[in-house]
């Protein structure tokens, strides 16, 4: 399938709606894969001056989260455009993909659909090092930083000042006092972009769900990979969640299948098959990530060059790639 296949189903969707439908997938292609970021910000902005203002906008999402200040910044732009925002989860909407979710009106979840936790993990050139790669620097979660804290009071029983105080040293001893200050900042962010996401259509009198909707989708989930189904998302976490019709789940999923065969994400991008055998270098293109509406499509596309290694190293990849460009462009 490709465009002209998917239109009708937009438009059903859309009609089954009673809304303006406006896609957004990232790819999750191994070792081709894209990640919410904020240059998609300019490329929704054409898809809405196109639609125009419309009563009712659905975003279809499907992510595995990216960087967390840009559902801020999105959520903003598309409310400029609509009083009614909802977002459609057949499949993934984690991390920044639900952070997207909490600044919507209303959130439509398939029976697949899953929602993740919003804890990031933070990178700077104070965490450590990475023993397998002193060139990296490892991660560090911000929830695993609170965690240990609550295990020392929770488990241990470490309640006094002098206990904590040197648990806390133990921790500094290992991770630089800068990087958990990184951290620190991080924890009030994400809850800050979250609060400010719902309060967008939660009323003032519902602060108390706010606040609990934040613990639930931090403190309280035990990882960050933890799927969050559904049923747990309304009755749980307390989140405006939807279920869709039988015809609506149906079209949301065969959209879903259509971006999936056209990203192929279910193939490996891997360039030494991609060369034949008598080529000493080939040029590709590749799509890896696509914003469509009924009058607009952008797709993120990686262009490149495999050329064949003269003398490979054992253990390396028999061919170089080098990415020339990366980057939204407009197709319609």
Known sequence: MGRAERLPLLQQIEAERQSAVICYFTGDRENLGTRVA???????????LALGPRPRLDLFLYTRGGDVLTPWRLVNLLREFTPQLGVLVPFRAASAGTLLCLGADEVVMGRLGELGPIDPSVANAFNPEDPANPAARLPVSVEDVTAYLALARE???????????AIFNQLVNRVHPLALGNVHRNYALIRSLARKLLQMHLP?????????????????????????????????????VVTPSERLEDLMWQLYLDYEAELQLLEPFNPAVMLQPREYSLEFEAAAGIVESLPCLDAFVFNGTITRANEPREGAPPVNVIFTRQGWRQLV
């Not at 488990?155 to 904590?164: F, K, P, Q, R, T």
């Not at 606040?211 to 933890?226: F, M, P, S, V």
């Not at 969050?228 to 405006?240: H, V």
């Open 204 to 240: 003032t009198q519902e602060q108390d769900r706010v606040k609990d909707i934040i613990q639930n989708l931090t403190e309280r989930l035990y990882a960050h990979n933890h799927m969050i189904s559904r049923r747990e998302a309304r009755e749980e976490i307390k989140l405006p």
């Open 155 to 165: 488990i241990a029983g470490l309640e006094g000042e002098g206990s904590m105080v």
């Open 38 to 48: 904020p240059d998609v910000i300019r490329v929704f902005y054409r898809h809405l």
